[in-house]
């Protein structure tokens, strides 16, 4: 046998390699056991065990979990699943089977603060007496050993191998349980191997456009956090229209279908697709929140139809809001759970976001009739689960076996069973389907994870050899894979969106001299000024500069006051929109503008503090230069201005600026056609979905059909002595009444932009910023006003006519 020596960290007075709160002092090494390794071979399972015997059958180790001396099937590794399943769920009692339907926080790092305080680990009393990120509640010990609960919700921070000392306490809590059944620890954070430092870039891998490049990062994240002891990934939930990869039904659909794939490859965890129908997108599927006069369930359902595809194994609902019935929450919507278990033909495991369902979520009306408010806690929890949901996110577990007395969420499950609200037959269902995962992923054999391998995955070889203490974005990126973090480079580049480049400013030159300005925090913008230092000189006032460099994290009051100053000067100036939509401020006032949507900061909880998270200050620097070029695309159009972005239909592509008859012709075409999309120049927005320009190419701009105001008037004719009346249209108009110019305009070069004037004349009186696509066409409507009456000459690019302006 091979003993690995993880005493854990729980037993020492250490700090973590970020520098945290001190482990606790109080001396548990009487609760810690070895963990012993029992090699896999061709014929061996690899076993990894704590407080569970090993026994042999046949020349061959297995694990006695229950203790009982004799292999059970559930324990025999060389059984079918679904046999070993079926012994383990005849073996449960009904307390412990109400446990497979709850899915909780974990004690010690619930909003990642530290995950390594002994006390909350492992006190025996119903209430820890330390508080632990903000929360004082039951230990893990509590929960794990005394109530029985194996699955937990995790977001730590910290290095790969402190994370692997938590997790493995946690694992050996599960094996002392009655039948030594293992935890399954989830994460909000798809990429969660170096804890609450970094996180996945979900929207750069949708921007980018790059399916191969995304899924070689997908999989190396999923099998990093999966190293240090994480099962489900709450993720994805890109095909929530209007979420990171935007509107697109194909597109958001197939990209998610992608993503599950690489997630759930050989070697990595579960995925969770979220959240089942909409949440984390621009709409929240519901018609009296979304400004629309229809509920758009087609082009939702055709994305996570194609996401599906996937087969992820996990399902998260939207327990917030509503689905396809307006009347309740998405886990009392008979009709939505039935879209997803019976015409989607989802048979994994349904999850709820979190929020008690007995409490918070639970009310309403059911698509039924029943009346939500009026039933008990085990009547509304007996409701959601026969609709087909498996587990409930965060509800109050506090049932004791020692005071029956005492009421929570979970013994109001056991009530609802015992009392025949849920029949043992759906109770069964949900053991199957929840420990199906446990099974699958090997933890009845071995639920520990090995610092070893989980470095080899995540570290580099420098910090393997002598790890040290990370402290910022530079000795993160020192200690990590290499390939990694060359692949997440290429993204960073791959992701940035090239909006303006008027004069080809970018890339700039060596002998520019730069004035950086930026809105992020201090440290950031100074490692961002030295990246660019190391190609151009770097002044410190903008009179002596030849170009400004404005990094607009937001555009606030000290951002519009760099570009003013920048103006004033006549400086020629780039502005970098870092994590926020460029707006159409920074199209009119910039020579150049680029996009730059890279952002990982750690997703739910508190992240660890001192990271740079979007693009890193040398890539950034390169773009700048061209040592790497903008390849990004725009996922989901771009509005003009608030106002036309808050009365869009959030549930309908292509819309922004659109007026109402265009939105009606945009539904009526998403829904006849076969993929549920629309066309993407339909509307008015800023930019377009998929607009994206490129360095050194051009856009070649033509102008088509001019056409401007027309009134029909009656006229008179002679003619050898009979009169004629007909109708004539004339252009023309009223003088101080306001009146648009149409006209289409196409692009027959590259992705590009311009400002388009319409003058009378010479004097311009109107003027509109136009992006296009390459190869497509966009109609473009101006409002003017002329006040001097007579003829006027109305000019457009190479069109013009004359309108006639009467009093």
């Not at 690489?262 to 965890?269: C, D, K, R, S, T």
């Not at 555009?555 to 006549?570: Q, T």
């Amino acid at each position: 046998m091979k003993k690995l020596s993880l005493l854990l960290a729980l037993l020492l007075a250490l700090t973590s390699a970020l520098g945290g709160v001190a482990f606790a002092e109080a001396d548990y090494s009487d609760r810690m056991m070895e963990i012993i390794i029992i090699p896999g071979t061709d014929t061996q399972a690899e076993l990894g065990a704590t407080a569970k015997e090993i026994i042999e059958a046949d020349g061959l180790q297995f694990k006695d979990l229950n203790g009982n001396g004799t292999l059970d099937v559930y324990e025999d590794w060389r059984a079918d699943i679904e046999d070993r399943l079926t012994d383990l769920i005849s073996q449960m009692t009904v307390e412990e089977k109400a446990t497979m339907f709850v899915h909780i926080c974990t004690c010690g790092n619930p909003s990642g603060v530290d995950f390594s305080i002994a006390e909350n680990l492992w006190a025996e009393d119903i209430f820890a007496e330390a508080q632990m990120g903000g929360t004082t509640g039951k230990s893990m010990y509590y929960y794990i050993v005394k109530m029985g609960v194996t699955h937990f919700l995790d977001n730590s921070n910290g290095v790969p191998e402190k994370q692997i000392e938590y997790h493995n306490a946690i694992q050996q809590m599960g094996e002392m349980g009655r039948l030594g059944i293992p935890i399954t620890l989830s994460s909000d954070r798809q990429y969660n191997a170096w804890g609450g430092m970094i996180d996945t870039p979900h929207d750069a891998l949708g921007t980018a456009n790059d399916v191969e490049l995304a899924k070689v990062l997908w999989e190396s994240y999923s099998k990093e956090t999966r190293a240090v002891g994480y099962h489900v990934l709450l993720h994805p939930y890109g095909m929530e229209l209007g979420s990171w990869n935007g509107e697109d039904p194909v597109y958001a659909g197939e990209m998610s279908k992608e993503e599950i794939i690489a997630i759930q490859a050989e070697g990595g965890a579960y995925a969770c697709a979220k959240h089942f129908i909409a949440r984390g997108g621009d709409a929240s599927f519901s018609v009296a929140t979304e400004n629309s006069e229809t509920k758009t369930v087609d082009n939702w359902m055709a994305s996570w139809a194609k996401a599906l595809e996937g087969g992820p194994k996990w399902v998260m609902t939207n327990g917030y809001s509503t689905g396809l019935w307006d009347g309740s929450h998405v886990d009392f919507d008979a009709l939505t759970m039935s879209y997803l278990r019976d015409t989607l033909g989802f048979d994994g495991v349904v999850l709820s976001d979190w929020g008690a369902e007995g409490a918070d979520n639970a009310g309403g009306v059911g698509v039924d009739g029943t009346n939500l408010d009026a039933l008990t806690i085990p009547e509304r929890y007996a409701y959601t689960i026969n609709l087909g949901l498996d587990q409930i996110g965060s509800p109050d577990t506090g049932y004791n076996v020692e005071n029956p007395g005492y009421t929570s969420d979970l013994s109001a499950i056991v009530e609802a069973i015992n009392t025949g609200l849920i029949s043992m037959e759906r109770v069964d269902e949900t053991c199957r389907r929840v420990m199906r995962t446990k099974f699958e992923l090997g933890l009845f054999e071995n639920p520990y994870s090995d610092a070893a391998y989980a470095l080899s995955l995540s570290a580099s070889d420098a910090y393997i050899a002598e790890p040290w203490e990370i402290k910022d974005m530079d000795t993160l990126q020192a200690a990590r894979n290499p390939e990694t973090v060359e692949t997440e480079r290429k993204l960073q580049a791959k992701s940035a969106v090239l909006v303006k480049n008027d004069g080809e400013l970018l890339p700039l030159k060596a002998d520019q001299k730069v004035y950086f300005g930026s809105t992020a925090a201090t440290a950031t913008a100074e490692a961002i000024k030295q990246a660019i230092a190391g190609y151009a000189a770097v002044v410190d006032e903008i009179e002596d500069a030849d170009v400004v460099v404005a990094d607009c994290t937001q555009f606030n009051d000290a951002a519009e006051m760099l570009v003013e100053d920048a103006v004033e000067e006549g400086k020629k100036l780039v502005i970098v929109a870092n994590c926020t939509d460029p707006n159409t401020y920074a199209m009119t006032n910039a020579d150049a503008v680029l996009f730059l949507n890279f952002s990982r900061t750690a997703d739910h909880g508190t992240g660890a503090g001192g990271f740079i998270t979007s693009t890193e200050p040398c890539v950034y620097a390169e773009l700048l230069y061209g040592v790497r070029v903008p390849e990004g695309m725009i996922v989901k159009e771009i509005a003009r201005d608030t106002l036309s972005d808050s009365i869009q239909w959030q549930n309908l592509a292509g819309d922004q600026g659109a007026s109402q008859w265009v939105r009606l012709m945009l539904l009526g075409t998403m829904i006849s056609d076969e993929n549920h999309s629309v066309p993407g120049n339909w509307g008015d927005p800023l930019f377009c979905y998929k607009y994206g320009m490129r360095y050194g190419e051009q856009p070649e701009f033509a102008y088509d059909a001019l056409t401007l105001p027309r009134v029909n008037k009656e006229v008179t004719t002679e003619s050898n002595g009979s009169t004629t009346t007909s109708t004539e249209s004339f252009i023309e108009t009223k003088a101080g009444e306001p009146f648009t110019v149409d006209f289409l305009m196409w692009n027959h070069g590259a992705d590009g932009v311009t400002t388009v004037q319409v003058l009378d004349g010479d004097t311009v009186i109107g003027e509109k910023i136009m992006a296009i696509n390459s190869g497509d066409w966009r109609v473009v409507e101006l409002e003017v006003v002329i006040d001097q009456p007579g003829e006027h000459t109305i000019t457009v690019g190479t069109l013009s006519k004359t309108i006639n302006i009467t009093e």
